[in-house]
Each structure stands twice: as structure tokens, then as C-alpha cells.
């Protein structure tokens, strides 16, 4: 009688099913496919590592902006990255410090600031920064219909942004007078965000802007609101007649 060590040895081999190895095989490649993906990632996050800062300055508006050596070195560095690991996110980058930099010393540079706009666009369409750049950037050079239509992609890609609803309103302002009706009410929807954020932030713009009436208007049925406002906006304006007597030396 067979021991059943014989009858073991005599059984054939037990092979994986198909699937198993089919399992095994998409693994391998995904895991080749993502260990490809991470070199370039890892790479171009280590070259972009030291300008962190100097971003998150441009990002956060401080009033103390980078010095534009030190802009012009995180353009280049994410511009590097930006070939090597996606690129709307690095070349967004590039494009944020360049325009954090006054236009004659950003002509300095060597870059192409609106060229960086638009690849970062091409590569990453859903950014509501990007669109405000090349609105600002259009108003710049006379294309009035160009930054109307680029400032209605910005708010149609993110309707409340952080730090970039008061730029609308102020880029918006300086386009009056604004036909479109629905560019209109996105304007009105834009002030109330604003005032929901700060009316103290939307006085300053308003001031600087020229747009107290329009805002005003806006506001003027909004009980808690359109007082606070109007408050914040006339000490604006006491203000400016205080450091004027003083310039002028007057009592």
C-alpha cells in the first residue's frame, strides 16, 4: 500500500488560477508605474523645497513682499519642476511669484509671465487664480472683452477663493461698466462674499477701488452688513482727511 508521502509526490502540481496571476501581474506593473511616478514627484518637490517660503509669503499677501532675487529664484526652481512632475501645479507656482513682482522688475526676469498663465491653464484649466492673473494681465494691455471673459472663467472655476474674491471685485470695478447681466449678479455675489468675510477688507477695496457706490448699492438692503460697511468706509475716509491736513500741515 502507497505511503502517503507516494501519494503526494504523485499528485500533479497545483497551478495559481488565471486570475490570481493576472492579479499579480497588473500589481507588478502598477507598482513599476507608480514607483515611476514618484521619482519625478520626489525630485521636483526636493528642487522647489527651499522657496516654500518665499511662496507661502506671496500666497498669504503679506504686506513685506520677497525680494525679487528671491522670487526670481522660486520661478526658475518650479519652472525646473514644472518639467518634471506636473506641470499646472509647478508653473502656477512660477506664475504667482513672477506676479508678485512689480511689471519693470518682472521684465528683468527673463520670463513670460502670461506664457507661464497659459501653460499652467493648459495644463490645470480649473484654476481660479490662473484665470484672475491673465484678467488682471489682459486689463494691463487694453483687452477689456479678453479680461471680462477671463475674469468670468476665474469666479465660474471657484467661486469663493481665499484672497482672491476682494482682487475680483477690485479688477471688476476698474472694468465698469459692465453690460452682462449674469457678469453683474457674479459681481454682487462676489461683494456679499466679501462682507461676509470682512466689511473692514471690502472698505479698503472700495476705497481703493472706486467702487463705494456700486458696493453701497449692493449692501444698501443688507441690515448687518451695509452699516458696518458704511462705517468701516467713512473712517477710510476721515482718514484720508487727517493725513492730508497733516501733509499740508493744517490744524
Known amino acids: 500500500m502507497a505511503t502517503m508521502a507516494t501519494i503526494i509526490r504523485a499528485m500533479p502540481p497545483i497551478m495559481a488560477p ?3 496571476l493576472a492579479a499579480v501581474a497588473i500589481a507588478a506593473v502598477l507598482a513599476v508605474l507608480l514607483a515611476g511616478l514618484a521619482i519625478p514627484s520626489l525630485i521636483a518637490s526636493t528642487m522647489t523645497l527651499s522657496h516654500n517660503d518665499t511662496l507661502e509669503a506671496v500666497r498669504l499677501l503679506r504686506k513685506k513682499r520677497p525680494a525679487t532675487a528671491a522670487l526670481t529664484a522660486a520661478a526658475a526652481a ?15 507656482n512660477v506664475a504667482a511669484a513672477l506676479f508678485a513682482m512689480p511689471a519693470p522688475e518682472r521684465a528683468g526676469t527673463g520670463f513670460d509671465l502670461e506664457k507661464e498663465v ?26 477689456r472683452a479678453g479680461a471680462l471673459k477671463a475674469w468670468e472663467m476665474s469666479v465660474l472655476t471657484g467661486r469663493y477663493a481665499p484672497y482672491l474674491v476682494n482682487s475680483r471685485i477690485f479688477l471688476a470695478v476698474r472694468l465698469f461698466p459692465i453690460k452682462d447681466p449674469v457678469l ?17 477688507e471690502l472698505a479698503r477695496i472700495a476705497h481703493k477701488s472706486g ?31 487727517w493725513k492730508y491736513r497733516r501733509k499740508m500741515g493744517l490744524p
Open 78 to 92: 518650479n519652472e525646473r519642476a514644472a518639467a518634471l512632475f506636473d506641470s499646472g501645479r509647478y508653473r502656477a
Open 118 to 143: 497659459r501653460l499652467s491653464l493648459a495644463a490645470a484649466p480649473a484654476s481660479a487664480y490662473n484665470w484672475n492673473r491673465l484678467a488682471v494681465l489682459r486689463f494691463g494691455r487694453g483687452d
Open 184 to 200: 453683474v449678479e457674479m459681481l454682487v455675489d462676489q461683494v456679499h462674499l466679501s462682507a461676509d468675510a470682512s466689511t473692514d
Open 18 to 20: 488565471r486570475s490570481s
Open 211 to 241: 467702487g463705494a457706490p456700486f458696493i453701497q448699492a449692493v449692501l444698501w438692503r443688507d441690515t448687518e452688513h451695509g452699516p458696518a460697511f458704511n462705517k468701516a468706509y467713512r473712517m477710510m475716509l476721515r482718514k484720508d482727511r
